[in-house]
């Protein structure tokens, strides 16, 4: 079975190991992506970074990580 999955773009969201809060910010950015499914769209809709990347910003200024955007 072949499945064809589109191109994409992801965060892809720097954690360190140690960071006693990385599980805090983990869950939080996890509310981000249930809040964005309950709006009936997927981490494949072609704006996702856009509707999305002010919430990860202001996350990534109350924990500390890192961020990039990668196409896949």
């Avoid at 990534?60 to 961020?67: G, I, L, N, R």
Wanted: net charge negative; proline share 3%.
């Amino acid at each position: 079975m072949k499945a064809r999955i589109p191109k994409h773009r992801e965060f892809i969201i720097n954690l360190a190991e140690d960071y006693e809060k990385k599980d805090e910010c983990w869950d939080k950015l996890q509310e981000i992506m249930e809040a964005y499914k309950k709006e009936g769209k997927s981490v494949y809709t072609p704006t996702f970074i856009e509707d999305n990347e002010d919430k990860v910003k202001a996350l990534q200024k109350q924990y500390e990580f890192t961020y990039t955007i990668e196409e896949r």
